[in-house]
Antibody
Framework: QITLKESGPTLVKPTQTLTLTCTFS??????????VGWIRQPPGKALEWLAL???????RYSPSLKSRLTITKDTSKNQVVLTMTNMDPVDTATYYC??????????????????WGQGTMVTVSS | DIQMTQSPSSLSASVGDRVTITCRAS??????LNWYQQKPGKAPKLLIY???SLQSGVPSRFSGSGSGTDFTLTISSLQPEDFATYYC?????????FGQGTRLEIK
């Protein structure tokens, strides 16, 4: 059974750096084809994809946020860490990590986020 | 980025109704389209992948169709637990993008 859980601060000040950790179980990020992504959702708004890391350490970022994001993995700890610099009140959102499944040979366009963490709410305010 | 547009933005329906939600992509995405269900305060749940494949454990009253730029999610007979917000997401190219959501409410 795959599970993921996000952790990190609930409140950050403007200009600070946010560090979120996704701790997962039921799969290994050293297994070929496996990926973990981060998606956020401002209150009452739609989902926005942020970043993705694959088992082979390949990384992808949202073009609009790329300069502010860094995603890393610690395979031994079953964790993925997302950092976002220069936080602003517009970054207030629930942040989710999710397991990405490829339904074909990696890299497959036939993919989806099949299991999500419960999410962690982050408020940016002074 | 590929833009995903859902319609309607909100919808009122009754238990037992047949409901269809539409998602349109700003360019062709073949059949690389997923549907998610989100209930208040909960994480999204994958319903349909690759436009028409039912995710394991999802009731068969949910179905998806379409290819190219136009897609639909159909719920054949609404159940009380189906009242939620639904999102489409394209997996054709990076960045993956989501629609703005369709809120399905009880009439």
């Amino acid at each position: 059974q795959i599970t993921l859980k996000e952790s990190g601060p609930t409140l950050v000040k403007p200009t600070q750096t946010l560090t979120l950790t996704c701790t997962f179980s039921g799969f290994s990020l050293s297994t070929s084809g496996v990926g973990v992504g981060w998606i956020r959702q401002p209150p009452g708004k739609a989902l926005e994809w942020l970043a993705l890391i694959y088992w082979n350490d390949d990384k992808r970022y949202s073009p609009s946020l790329k300069s502010r994001l860094t995603i890393t993995k610690d395979t031994s700890k079953n964790q993925v860490v997302l950092t976002m610099t220069n936080m602003d009140p517009v970054d207030t959102a629930t942040y989710y990590c999710a397991h990405r499944v490829d339904y074909g040979d990696y890299p497959s366009q036939r993919n989806a986020f099949d299991i999500w963490g419960q999410g962690t709410m982050v408020t940016v305010s002074s | 980025d590929i833009q995903m547009t859902q319609s309607p933005s909100s919808l009122s329906a009754s238990v037992g109704d047949r409901v269809t939600i539409t998602c349109r992509a700003s360019q062709s995405i073949s059949s690389y389209l997923n549907w998610y269900q989100q209930k208040p305060g909960k994480a999204p749940k994958l319903l349909i992948y690759a436009a028409s494949s039912l995710q394991s454990g999802v009731p068969s009253r949910f179905s998806g169709s379409g290819s190219g730029t136009d897609f639909t999610l159909t719920i054949s007979s609404l159940q009380p637990e189906d009242f939620a917000t639904y999102y489409c997401q394209q997996s054709y190219s990076t960045p993956p993008t989501f629609g703005q959501g369709t809120r399905l409410e009880i009439k």
